[in-house]
């Protein structure tokens, strides 16, 4: 079961700017940090921010990460026709002392 | 290069028992959690549970516990998922992640496996 909630689809043309929503509660997202996750199709999660807004080696800036009390948003910038994925925000839970997962939105590219 | 390469898919009938497996290389084994995770057909991520290699301790999401168990192997820097008793509804592909933790940054899974993807039919 998941504990934090997202939108199911997120869509936008070639070149427009997405954002995703990650809705959850004091005891994941209010006191500990958020990461997001990219899955190609038929491929396995990949890490894509960090530490809410932190991007590792190799991921474009057009994708940026935030914040906020007991939310947090992706947001793609300049969308790419390869940014078709599925996408999970995560945190750690300090009622559950362990991860949980967002339910996950899917980025088509029309 | 980290890297955490899994066995094979697995088909299995109901009530059989399995291990699945999850090699780690490129990095200290015993200085990273690894985490288990679910995704079920067309379904998103569940997070199963964790262990440390450092000392073999396991704790599971209570969705989990009783079901499953987690163990490692330091000495060939490899981690297992086992179930006694397996059932159609255990049909998913299971990755396992390499968890890193700091101060500044938090938790987050940063290296995943390729999956392993069990089928459970009669």
């Known amino acids: 079961q998941s504990v934090l909630t997202q939108p199911p689809s997120a869509s936008g043309t070639p070149g427009q700017r997405v954002t995703i929503s990650c809705s959850g509660s004091?005891?994941?997202?209010?006191?500990?940090?958020v990461n997001w996750y990219q899955q190609l199709p038929g491929t396995a999660p990949k890490l894509l921010i960090y530490s809410n807004n932190q991007r590792p080696s190799g991921v474009p800036d057009r994708f940026s990460g935030s914040k906020s009390g007991t939310s947090a948003s992706l947001a793609i910038r300049g969308l790419q026709s390869e940014d078709e994925a599925d996408y999970y925000c995560?945190?750690?839970?300090?009622?559950?002392?362990?991860?949980?997962f967002g339910t996950g939105t899917k980025v088509t590219v029309l | 290069e980290v890297q955490l390469v899994q066995s094979g898919a697995e088909v299995k009938k109901p009530g059989e028992s399995l291990k699945i497996s999850c090699k780690g290389s490129?990095?200290?084994?015993?200085?990273?959690?690894i985490n288990w995770v679910r995704q079920m057909p067309g379904k998103g991520l569940e997070w199963m549970g964790r262990?440390?290699?450092?000392?073999?301790?396991?704790s599971y999401s209570p969705s989990f516990q009783g079901h499953v168990t987690m163990s490692v192997d330091s000495s060939i820097n490899t981690a297992f998922l086992q179930w006694s008793s397996l059932q159609a509804s255990d049909t998913a592909i299971y990755y396992c992640a390499r968890c890193s933790l700091d101060y500044d940054y938090g938790r987050r899974h940063d290296f995943w496996g390729q999956g392993t993807l069990v089928t459970v039919s009669s």
């Open positions: 004091s005891s994941n997202i209010g006191s500990n940090t």
């Open positions: 995560a945190a750690w839970d300090d009622s559950l002392n362990g991860h949980v």
């Open positions: 262990i440390d290699p450092s000392d073999s301790y396991a």
């Open positions: 490129g990095y200290s084994f015993t200085n990273y959690w």
